[in-house]
């Protein structure tokens, strides 16, 4: 059996050194995840009234009292499982990202590394403030627009496995749009896109975040539109700003820096 090219298991080193250590952060983002879990277990009652508050309150608007119902046996016990997770999720989202960023962070520049507190706390206080931003602005007027869609002939029981798929669902979506400008830092440093692009694009951006306000937000009103679109459009703003801060140093301009 020949051996294989010195060269050749030197190349192979530093992809399984990678592998290693890509290995390592994700076990350690799931121990993360799974200690998240367990602490937001122990509150599933009150996720539970998170879940049925935008309902409740649809009573003050005389929309008549909406009942919940579980259909199969299993049905509280997998609800209170996902509800866990996307609560655990946000809990261990801090150092989630904190192991996202050590294993990025051997391949930047020094002066880059000191950015890894504002990366890290940035990203989870962004995903956490688009999901509150939904919770608290958007998701009630939603609720009140669907459950008087048929302007109250028909009585409401709504499937709680249900609404907690569909809420869950929106408020990642919105948590998730509000990971633009951190989105914008990762594409300029890979070299995909830089702050002169995203500011020619502003007109096709602005229509792509009114085109998903109109989507997300069913009432036909204009005000919940923008309610949703602005907030998203001045994050893409936001991003732009980040994009030249985190542009794409030429190496002599590198050099010049480490000087």
């Known amino acids: 059996m020949t051996r294989p090219p010195a060269s050749a298991e030197l190349h192979s080193a530093p992809l399984f050194d990678h592998l290693e250590e890509l290995r390592k952060r994700l076990f350690y983002s ?99 403030a688009g999901a509150a931003f939904g919770y608290t602005f958007v998701l009630p007027a939603m609720v009140r627009f669907l459950l008087d869609f048929l302007g109250g002939t028909v009585e409401q029981m709504q499937s709680l496995a249900n609404l907690v798929g569909l809420m869950t669902s929106f408020l990642v979506a919105f948590g998730l749009a509000f990971e633009l400008p951190i989105l914008a830092v990762i594409l300029t440093r890979i070299g995909l896109v830089n702050h002169v692009m995203l500011r020619r694009s502003w007109r096709l951006a602005l229509l792509g975040v009114m085109l998903f306000a109109a989507f997300i937000t069913p009432t036909p009103d204009p005000f919940n539109m923008l309610l ?3 907030p998203l459009y001045a994050l893409y703003e936001l991003g732009i700003i980040l994009s030249r801060v985190f542009r794409v140093v030429p190496e002599e301009d590198e050099a010049a820096l480490g000087t």
Do not use: C
């Open 228 to 230: 949703v679109g602005l």
């Open 30 to 128: 799931l121990i993360f995840l799974a200690l998240g879990m367990v602490a937001a277990f122990q509150y599933r009652f009150g996720l539970i009234e998170l879940i049925k508050a935008p309902l409740q309150a649809s009573e003050q608007y005389q929309l008549g009292n909406v009942k919940l119902v579980t259909v199969n046996l299993t049905d509280q016990f997998l609800i209170s499982l996902q509800l866990s997770f996307w609560a655990g999720l946000a809990l261990a989202l801090p150092f989630i990202l904190w192991q996202v960023w050590a294993f990025i962070a051997p391949g930047l520049y020094a002066h880059e590394r000191r950015w890894s507190l504002p990366f890290v706390v940035g990203a989870g206080l962004s995903f956490l």
